[in-house]
């Protein structure tokens, strides 16, 4: 994985600035823990709500992209920075730009945000009636998915190793389907766990869809992808991404709901308030992770990393929310992760064949 320069993916645009090592390292390490935070808080803080009396899938799935303003505090603290180098440099009387995405840029931000909102609802919709245990593992998937839209939209190569995985995480999710009773939560139908099986399941086959469309989207933009313009089309994304559950919660009705469910939730008024709002911060922490790992590395390293905080999520469901772990749930975790590490080892292997191959060219040069 390329962590040097500029991502492979981008190197057709000859103007990208580069990064010195010390910076990409660091935005690597920064982008790996918002990811960490947001793969485990967000869930679990998602679950909290619909096991305390809450009922609005709409208004979780708006949550999971809600906090999208927040995006404009960096923003503005690399705007007053670019601002100020200008005003150090001799001469320069060129105004600082205020964005950096250009219109082009932005639709496809706004289709793809679209493509979140949805993916959004799928997953909330799922988790209603899931235990957070059972839709981590579910959305492990969303590796396999990822390396087949990777392999038809940037041209990932299939390898043995990638085969197995997705094998693997297949086989995991078909004995979680196949033993309801020991899973499913005492207020939900048998017809309920279903749903919420299948609206995950189609929660992580999209999101596989959306992570190569973001490469995509990097490697064909015609101008240099900085971390600036990185955060600007996830800021576009989030707001596309909201506005869709918008209209799902007006058409629902959410918006008028919102106080009285306040009032009957199990954990307080006050607290119902607070589960929203930090719910809202760490899906954020997420996705502008997610953007950023695929920047700064790509898209294969946002699916491991993804699939890697699993078994944290499986943990944390169990100690906070004292759920079931069946031993079919170990056996399907145990899958998930021999495809992960099957996975993880693949691309290993392919790298170094790669440096390998590239050596004797380099030193005969």
């Given at each position: 994985m390329d962590v040097e320069g500029q991502n492979s993916n981008h190197q057709n645009q000859d103007t990208a600035p580069q990064m010195s090592k010390g910076l990409r390292r660091a935005l690597i390490v920064?982008?790996?823990?918002?990811?960490?935070?947001?793969?485990?808080?967000?869930?679990?803080?998602?679950?909290?709500?619909?096991?305390?009396?809450?009922?609005?899938?709409?208004?979780?799935?708006?949550?999971?992209?809600?906090?999208?303003?927040?995006?404009?505090?960096?923003?503005?603290?690399?705007?007053?920075?670019?601002?100020?180098?200008?005003?150090?440099?001799?001469?320069?009387?060129?105004?600082?730009?205020?964005?950096?995405?250009?219109?082009?840029?932005?639709?496809?931000?706004?289709?793809?945000?679209?493509?979140?909102?949805?993916?959004?609802?799928?997953?909330?919709?799922?988790?209603?009636?899931?235990?957070?245990?059972?839709?981590?593992?579910?959305?492990?998937?969303q590796l396999a998915f990822t390396a087949f839209f990777a392999f038809l939209i940037v041209k990932l190569k299939f390898s043995p190793y990638s085969i197995n995985s997705v094998a693997l995480l297949t086989v995991g999710a078909v004995i979680l389907g196949l033993h309801v009773s020991s899973d499913r939560p005492d207020n939900v139908t048998r017809g309920q766990y279903y749903l919420g099986f299948i609206l995950t399941l189609g929660a992580a086959a999209l999101y596989g869809l959306i992570?190569?469309?973001?490469?995509?989207?990097?490697?064909?933009?015609?101008?240099?992808i900085t971390y600036t313009l990185v955060m600007e089309m996830q800021l576009v994304m989030g707001f596309f991404a909201t506005a869709f559950c918008t209209v799902g919660m007006l058409v629902n009705k959410d918006?008028?709901?919102?106080?009285?469910?306040?009032?009957?939730?199990?954990?307080?008024?006050?607290?119902y308030y607070v589960v929203l709002v930090w719910n809202a911060v760490f899906w954020q922490f997420f996705y502008l992770g997610t953007v950023g790992v695929i920047f700064c590395v790509n898209t294969l390293l946002a699916g491991i990393l993804i699939a890697v905080f699993i078994p944290v999520t499986e943990v944390l469901g169990v100690v906070?929310?004292?759920?079931?772990?069946?031993?079919?749930?170990?056996?399907?975790?145990?899958?998930?992760?021999?495809?992960l590490a099957s996975y993880s080892y693949g691309e290993y292997r392919q790298e170094k064949d790669k440096k390998d191959k590239a050596t004797p060219s380099d030193q005969g040069a």
């Open positions: 920064l982008n790996c823990v918002l990811m960490a935070l947001g793969n485990t808080g967000g869930p679990l803080l998602l679950r909290l709500y619909f096991r305390s009396g809450g009922k609005r899938q709409w208004l979780s799935s708006w949550l999971e992209t809600g906090g999208w303003p927040f995006i404009f505090v960096p923003l503005l603290i690399t705007y007053l920075h670019r601002r100020r180098r200008c005003q150090l440099r001799p001469g320069n009387q060129h105004p600082t730009k205020l964005f950096f995405i250009t219109p082009r840029l932005f639709l496809v931000c706004a289709f793809i945000g679209l493509l979140i909102g949805l993916d959004d609802f799928l997953y909330a919709y799922g988790l209603s009636f899931l235990p957070v245990s059972t839709s981590s593992l579910l959305i492990s998937t992570l190569p469309l973001v490469e995509l989207m990097y490697s064909k933009a015609k101008q240099a918006f008028q709901a919102i106080p009285r469910e306040a009032r009957h939730f199990e954990l307080g008024e006050f607290r906070f929310f004292k759920e079931n772990f069946s031993s079919e749930k170990g056996v399907a975790l145990g899958l998930s992760l021999w495809g």
